[in-house]
């Protein structure tokens, strides 16, 4: 039932990455600008010293990037959870040979342990960031969306792609700085309640409902920009507060 699903194509030439790269960096900067300034700083000297990129924010995409190096294989399947089509929550059973779930949980005890580990941290924000994506907790049978093609503004697409980046690339070019910095002043500190196995929950909801709405081959386009990307802002934001609050207990308690 785990099959690994973000190396198919949204658009022919470019890869799937989850929230994609503009989704990622906006969700950490969000998260960095709700954290506490002395979280800021230890993230800002932690990051440091990964060396290659200039602030947590792009950081967060290192867990993607790392993937075309075969050493990091065995995460590629922590990136998600998938599920049967008659699930409306998860189960321990859906995580029994590692996921999502499992994996933020792991890397949350490595960076209370050590929270000079920038692998821990980057890991960590990266994986909350993909729970929040729906078609991270999406079904087994369709590779979490892979599968079902679509027509995005006139390109050949596919359901998982599309909620990557396709929206948000829609709705913000590349602008993550200014996605992020705007998230984080329409967050709401009660949205840090819950688990993530809850939050994983509410992704699936979403997932179905998306499924649901689904119909074979469909022309995509503007109205569907406008219906979901409100969705997919508001899951964001909702993560960004989440991780937020985990790292401020590690690095502000």
């Not at 998938?82 to 409306?88: D, G």
Request: some cysteine; hydrophobic content about 35%; glycine content about 8%.
């Amino acid at each position: 039932m785990y099959r690994y699903c973000g190396l198919l194509l949204l658009v022919l030439s470019s890869q799937v990455h989850a929230w994609g790269f503009t989704g990622h960096k906006a969700f950490c900067e969000a998260t960095y600008d709700l954290t506490s300034p002395s979280t800021q700083k230890a993230l800002d000297a932690v990051t440091a010293k990964q060396g290659d990129y200039h602030s947590f924010a792009e950081a967060c995409t290192w867990a993607d990037d790392i993937k075309k190096d075969h050493q990091w294989d065995w995460s590629k399947h922590l990136h998600y959870i998938n599920v049967t089509r008659n699930e409306k929550d998860l189960h321990d059973a859906d995580c029994s040979k590692g996921c999502v779930l499992s994996a933020i949980a792991e890397q949350q005890a490595k960076l209370q342990k050590n929270p000079q580990d920038w692998q821990a941290l980057l890991f960590l924000a990266h994986f909350v960031g993909d729970l929040h994506q729906p078609l991270h907790v999406s079904y087994a049978d369709d590779w979490g969306g892979n599968k079902t093609e679509v027509t995005f503004f006139g390109q050949p697409a596919n359901l998982h792609g599309i909620f990557d980046y396709g929206i948000i690339e829609h709705m913000v070019g590349d602008d993550w700085k200014g996605f992020g910095d705007r998230l984080a002043k329409l967050a709401n500190k009660a949205d840090a309640s819950g688990t993530p196995e809850q939050w994983g929950d509410e992704s699936l909801t979403l997932t179905r409902d998306i499924y649901a709405g689904y119909q074979p081959h469909e022309i995509l386009g503007q109205a569907y920009v406008e219906k979901y990307g409100p969705v997919i802002e508001l899951r964001i934001e909702k993560g960004a507060v989440r991780l937020a609050r985990m790292l401020d207990n590690i690095y502000t308690p």
